[in-house]
Structures are given as C-alpha cells and as structure tokens.
C-alpha cells in the first residue's frame, strides 16, 4: 500500500471516529474521516438532550460492569483513555467539564462545544473530513469503496455507530461492512429505549413522573434486586432511566416471548404510611411517597376510593394497596424500536476483535470502535465513554502500527 494518499481512513464522524482520528493525525498519519450523513456528529450533538453526558467517572470495575458479561473487553481502551484522561483531553481543547453524581458534562452546558472542539482539533491536524460519503465496501486489498470510487488507504477505523436514531445517522451499514469482511454480527436489538406496557391504566398516567422507583424483569435468570431510578409514564407505556437502563434486557427477550412481565416498586422504603394518616385521604398520605395521580390510579385497581380517609381503610385492603405500591406488576409488549433507541444492543462481535488493539482479527489493517462493536452501556456517560476511550486506543495502535 506504498503511495496511499491516506495512512487512516475513518467510517464515521462520531465520536468514536473523530477521536480516532485525532489520535492517528497527532502521530503524524494523514486521516480521511468519510461520513454518509451530511453533517457530521449528529448523535454527539444530541447526547445528554443536548447537554452531552461525555463519561462517567465510576471506578474502572463499576464502569465494566455496568455493560454485563462483555464489559471486560473495553479494559484496555478505558486504561489507555479513562475518564479523568478524557476530561483531561477535552480541557486541553479548552472544553472543561464537571461532574455531576458520576456523570461528566461540559461546563458550557452544551454539546456544541464538544463537537466544535473535536473538529476544530481535527481541523488543525489536517484531517479531512467527507459528508455525504458513504463507506460502501472494506475491501481485502485495503482502503474502503464508496458510490464512486475506491480510496486507498494503509488503515480503515470502522466507526459506524448503532442503528437507532436513522434521523442522527443510525444505521446497519456498518454490520454489512464488517460482515463482509468475516465478522459475525450479533442481532442488533433496541437498547435504552421506551417500553410499550399493554395495561391501560399505565397510558392513560401519560407524564406522571416517579423518582426512585425500582423495575425488575419478572422473569428467571434476571435479578431479584432489579435497578432503581426515575420512572416517567408515556402515552404508549414507560421511559426514564430505570426503565431505559433495563430495557435492552427487555428486547432481547422480545426474540423468544411476546410478552415481558415486569415488576416495580413505586416507592423503595415506604414505611407504615397509615400511622401518620389520619383523617388525611389515602392519596395525600401517600403523597410523600408517589404522586397522587398514581396512587389514584393504584386504588382503583383494587377497588378503593382514594379520597377516603386512611383511618377507615380496612387492614385487608391497606395490605393489598401496600402490594400494588411496591410489586406492581406490569406487562411489556414491545419497545418504541430502533427509531427511538439511544443505544444498540448487539452489533460486531468482540470475537473477531483483538481487545488490547482493537485490531480485526480476520483482515489485518481494519479496525473497529464505537458503539458498532456488541457492547452497550446504561444511560450516564458510559456509551460516549466508551466510543471516546476506543476511537483513542484504535489511533493509538494504528499509528504505532503504520
Ligand atoms: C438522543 C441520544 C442521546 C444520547 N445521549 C447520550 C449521553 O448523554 N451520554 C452517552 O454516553 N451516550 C449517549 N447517547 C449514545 C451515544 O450518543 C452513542 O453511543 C455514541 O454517539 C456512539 O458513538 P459512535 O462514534 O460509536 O457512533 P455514532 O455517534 O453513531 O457515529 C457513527 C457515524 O458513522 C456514520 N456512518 C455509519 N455508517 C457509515 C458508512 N457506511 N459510511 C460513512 N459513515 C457512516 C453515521 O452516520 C454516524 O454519523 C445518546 C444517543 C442518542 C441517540
């Protein structure tokens, strides 16, 4: 490949590819960055509801496990670039950042200023950056085929993303390309995504919030614990963290039953909320605990009048309002699908993939990183982490290896 115009070039400008890049550029290597959409970043600029949640600053053990079985294969990226190196790198590109709870933001409260740093970064390394330029093939020889023609090149970073969200670049373009190169895909299914939830009465609370709620799947093989966070009713069924963070695991299932159970505990801790009752009705007493809206809704499912005291409901009753409380049950159906999925679970799998490089372990010269990889975190930082920490390790490698 002696006399290739391009040491690197770089599927995708998210920012797993842009990072790459710029790893690959500060070691002197000439980077072709090709982007099929015509902006460049677009799930970047979204991230975080445009604040851009950049990592997660949980120690290396907690951060691997919040990804499952898979996680330890991001070790070596994460110990090239972690966390405290990524806030690091992004002050030198005068973007600071805080820490809220764990997640890392940009103080300028804005994604834009995340992007703009990484292209002004890749500007002045000489990157060159194409839209609307689709990766078409990866083939043996090197280089990648586009619509119109073959670019040579002595690296290829595949940086293609997930599928969810076609309208910020989504796509499965990128399981095809690695496919066709040899690597197995594992199906792809939605991940941090909004369930749809069969029972009526769960629609009709559409914008009822709930903090710390807990979820578990009511299945066997799943954690009795379950995971606990904020919980928001929608008009087809449930969104908010705790419900996003459990429902790749929900989708997967999808491929085997029709119908998911699922249990939450509205209020985690609540105590004897009937002694301090009184004359109050049952919604109000509850009120410290759940919104009002929800309790009525409880109620009537067991056939209590919420506006009636709590000093005359009958212990029976108080017991099975109690239940509902803290094990509702509920039925998934179906999750909002990739159209509404942040993330992507399933994707190239790590089999073919030489963690501590990154490195195709089927076609020498190509690589991988991002969320293209079978690997999806929770919400809180750990996707853009990880996409930052892989982009970093796979231009570390491919300069040291060119
Ligand atoms: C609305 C939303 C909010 C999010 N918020 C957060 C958050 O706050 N924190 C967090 O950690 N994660 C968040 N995520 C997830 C996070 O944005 C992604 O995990 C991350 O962007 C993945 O980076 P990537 O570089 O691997 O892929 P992407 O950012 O998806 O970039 C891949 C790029 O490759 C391009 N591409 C694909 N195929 C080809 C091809 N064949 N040829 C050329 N170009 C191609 C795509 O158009 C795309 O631009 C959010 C996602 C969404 C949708």
């Not at 950042?97 to 409260?109: C, I, L, R």
């Not at 929900?250 to 491929?255: H, M, S």
């Amino acid at each position: 490949m002696i006399g290739s115009s391009y040491d690197l070039i770089v599927i995708g400008s998210g920012p797993s590819g842009l990072m790459g890049a710029i790893a690959a550029a500060r070691n002197d290597l000439r980077v072709l960055v090709l982007e099929r959409m015509p902006k460049v970043g677009l799930k970047l600029l979204a991230s975080g509801g445009g604040r851009c949640n950049l990592c997660n600053t949980l120690p290396e053990e907690e951060f691997i496990a919040a990804f499952g079985r898979q996680g330890r294969f991001m070790q070596p990226a994460l110990r090239a670039m972690g966390s405290a190196e990524l806030r690091a790198f992004f002050q030198t590109l005068n973007v600071p950042t805080q820490e809220e709870a764990h997640k890392v933001f940009p103080v300028s409260g804005g994604a834009e200023s995340v992007l703009d740093a990484l292209l002004k970064e890749c500007r002045e390394l000489k990157v060159e950056i194409r839209t609307n330029c689709e990766a078409t093939a990866i083939p043996k020889e090197g280089g990648v085929q586009t619509a119109e023609a073959r670019i040579p090149s002595k690296a290829v970073l595949l940086a293609s993303g997930g599928k969810g969200y076609a309208t910020l670049g989504g796509s499965a373009s990128g399981y095809g390309l690695a496919h066709r190169a040899g690597h197995e895909i594992v199906d792809p299914v939605p991940a941090d995504v909004p369930l749809l939830i069969h029972e009526r009465w769960a629609k009709e609370l559409s914008g009822v919030a709930v903090t710390g709620a807990n979820l578990r799947i009511g299945l066997k093989g799943f954690p009795k614990a379950g995971t606990t966070g904020d919980l928001l009713f929608t008009h087809q069924g449930l969104t908010g963290p705790v419900v996003l963070n459990s429902s790749g695991a929900v989708a997967e299932k999808f491929n085997t039953i029709e119908a998911v159970p699922i249990i939450i505990d509205f209020a985690p801790g609540l105590n004897d909320w009937r002694k301090a009752g009184g004359n109050k009705s049952i919604a109000n007493a509850l009120r410290p605990w759940i919104p009002s809206a929800l309790t009525k809704s409880l109620c009537r499912l067991i056939d209590i009048d919420p506006n009636a005291p709590v000093s005359k409901l009958s212990e029976k009753k108080s017991v099975l309002l109690t239940e509902q409380i803290n094990q509702c049950r509920l039925t998934a159906t179906g999750t909002e699908g990739f159209k509404k999925a942040m993330v992507t679970r399933g994707g190239i799998a790590l089999t073919g993939i030489a963690p501590n490089t990154l490195e195709s372990k089927l076609q020498p010269g190509l690589y991988f990183a991002g969320e293209a990889l079978n690997l999806d975190g929770p919400c809180g930082g750990f996707n853009l982490q990880w996409a930052f920490s892989s982009g970093h390790l796979a231009g570390q490698h491919i300069s040291e290896a060119l």
